[in-house]
């Protein structure tokens, strides 16, 4: 089983829809989570972090973290062609190692 | 606020060389990743530094190895490469408190080609 598990997509949404980004981990001792959007031939740059239990809004972004399901998710609001884009799901696991999932590709369509 | 720097940008080399990448963090951050990353297998730890100690190590062989000095600055070393060692190099820095390691912050990468 992979430590932090991400559907790959393809995700296809219509502009001005909501995007829904799923993730999931192994180790429940997982203490923070973040999302990361990296553009093609860039890198990986921050757009959320979450940790503890609940919803955490930001903008057009909203993560949502299930420890006991150990789950978490992001909603793109209003999505735009600019937000496509591969979106990486972070656990830091302890042990000073962060692990990413293998990232899901988001395209949205105008 | 300057951000993560990495050098060199691309590199070719051939197989049984050794290459050395270099990183100078965030001004302030003392905690330094490295990351591979390849399109088969995503974003792979390799290994973490902080106040010029490794804390962790990815599951990668030997061949690959880093170091941090005293000014957080860090660097790695690939010997004896391989053609599966072709990759992007990732850095990332952040500022560790404790136990817990935040957020990161990427550089550009060094982009390894092995021929």
């Known amino acids: 089983q992979k430590e932090v598990e991400q559907n790959s997509g393809p995700l296809s949404v219509p502009e001005g829809a909501i995007a829904s980004l799923n993730c999931t981990y192994s180790d429940r001792g997982s203490q923070s989570f973040f999302w990361y959007r990296q553009y093609s031939g860039k890198s990986p740059e921050l757009i959320m972090s979450i940790y503890s239990n609940g919803d955490k809004e930001d903008g057009r972004f909203t993560a949502q973290l299930n420890k006991a399901s150990q789950y978490v998710s992001l909603l793109i609001r209003d999505s735009q062609p600019s937000d496509s884009a591969t979106y990486l799901c972070a656990v830091f696991t302890g042990g000073f190692k962060t692990i990413f999932g293998a990232g899901t590709r988001l395209f949205v369509k105008a | 606020k300057a951000g993560v720097t990495q050098t060199p940008r691309y590199l070719i080399k051939t197989r049984g060389q050794q290459v050395t990448l270099s990183c100078s963090p965030i001004s302030g951050h003392r905690s330094v990743s490295w990351y591979q990353q390849t399109p088969g297998q995503g974003l792979q730890f390799l290994f973490e530094y902080f106040s010029e100690t490794q804390r962790n190590k990815g599951n990668f062989p030997g061949r690959f190895s880093g170091r941090q000095f005293s000014n957080s600055r860090s660097e790695m070393n690939v010997s004896t490469l391989e053609l599966g060692d072709s990759a992007l190099y990732l850095c990332?820095?952040?500022?560790?408190?404790?136990?817990?390691?935040?957020?990161?912050?990427f550089g550009e990468g060094s982009r390894l080609t092995v021929l």
């Open positions: 990332a820095s952040s500022f560790s408190q404790g136990s817990v390691t935040g957020e990161l912050f």
